[in-house]
């Protein structure tokens, strides 16, 4: 079955692209919102979720693009979709100069609600965490 392609937008309280760019590009980074930890071997991300001794999920991403202070774009191992990728993108906003963060994903057509949602708790606890 072919993914559907979800955007989603949202803007940072930052003006600091060197700040955002070290969140979305670095495993430590990354570490911070999107998993718990995140390490790099090669050129490939490793995405860990749960505490340590109590992993839930571990998956591999191969790293398709890098775009120094614009984007990163990668592959999750186990996507069946030729043309899905993932990618985090920063955009700077006309009107406030402030930074956003754009996320572009593929998911199933039944899984867009739950993606759009797991999308969504990351960029919260981004903020949450970082106060961005």
């Known amino acids: 079955m072919r993914k559907v392609k979800i955007s989603i937008e949202r803007p940072l309280r930052s003006r600091?692209?060197?700040i955002i760019w070290k969140l979305i590009s670095t495993p430590s980074g990354l570490s911070r919102w999107i998993a718990e930890q995140v390490t790099?071997?090669?050129n490939s991300l490793v995405f860990t979720w749960g505490?340590?001794?109590q992993v839930y999920?571990?998956?591999w991403a191969r790293i398709l693009d890098v775009e120094k202070?614009?984007?990163?774009?990668?592959?999750w191992e186990d996507e069946?979709?030729?043309e899905a990728y993932t990618e985090i993108a920063?955009?700077?906003?006309?009107?406030?100069?402030e930074i956003a963060l754009c996320i572009t994903d593929f998911s199933d057509p039944d899984d867009i609600e739950s993606m759009t949602y797991m999308w969504n708790h990351d960029l919260d606890r981004l903020q949450?965490?970082?106060g961005i």
């Open 16 to 18: 600091s692209e060197s």
């Open 40 to 42: 790099q071997e090669g």
């Open 51 to 53: 505490k340590p001794g």
């Open 57 to 59: 999920e571990t998956r």
């Open 69 to 75: 202070n614009a984007a990163i774009r990668f592959l």
């Open 80 to 82: 069946d979709d030729p």
């Open 90 to 97: 920063m955009v700077k906003l006309d009107v406030t100069d």
């Open 128 to 130: 949450n965490k970082m």
